[in-house]
């Protein structure tokens, strides 16, 4: 081959390896009762969603299955999430189905007799999976469950409440299993539960590492608003980073842009340049990591704010 073949060759991978550099992480955002029930009551607003997200370049939505005022739509009328899931797989959009809510006060299945509905919730996923058709299935589940919601959330009980934590996933992931299916299913999870060691079936760990062992993938909960630093999102992430390359697990950055004080746990207030300045920092450190899976932002509707595409007024939400 010509010195100029190889040259040629050479540039091209350059170009390669510079666009691979420069791809973006990928983006999921969590749609909670509201939202979610609004785009599975009307395809005008699925459709204007899905525009919005795509325009935006987010390429799943955590969109919540389970019952809100009254309804349960995954198990009373399907074919709302069969028509929803199609359409955002047509776009290159996966969909996750999002389970745990302030509406159902799930942070209680963590206790030892509500343990059977987490499983339960679970399991309307998996029965809706097995009876839906191509193109119409969930892509994956995370589930927002969380103990140190509950009122009896205190040094004396949170050990408790935690193993309850971990006793729970473990039953639902023996529902997965027990299923035959291999859907990915992992949690929500503070990033300060890498500081709380607990012994749970004979090992003593770091409560993140119990919960990484069991799931497929987490999405931390790492709400800070600059990259780098003390007490930035890197530095709270990196505990769990490792761990998850370790051991062959996922771990998804979970971003907030709702106001919440204090200023650091939220982009809210800050311009749409600072936050891609600060996510750009992020993707540069982990971006060779196996563990890194991109950014999960809290939520629809505050991100939507955010970049100042509000929701319209027009998409009247279900009551």
Known sequence: MSRYGCRGLLLAA???LAGAAGAQAPRAVWVWESDSYAMLDSPAVAEEALDFLARKRIGALYLYADAYRGRNLLAQQPERYHVFIRAAHARG???YALLGSWYLHTERYVLP???HKAVAMLRRVLDYNAAAPDGARFDGVNYDI?????????????VRLLRGFLDMTAAMMEARRKSGQALPVGPAMPFWWDGIALEWRGA????SEHVIDLTDYVALMDYRNFAQGRDSILAHAESEMAYADRVGKRVVIGLEFNPGEPAKLSFHGMTEAAFEAEAGKVEAAYRTRPAFAGFVFHHYE???????EPVPDSQSKPE
């Open 14 to 16: 350059l170009l390669l």
């Open 93 to 95: 959009m996966q969909v």
């Open 113 to 115: 007799r509500q343990q």
């Open 146 to 158: 969380e103990p140190h919601l509950l009122d009896e959330w205190e040094d004396a009980a949170r």
């Open 204 to 207: 003593r760990k770091p409560v």
């Open 302 to 308: 505050g991100y939507r704010r955010f970049v100042g």
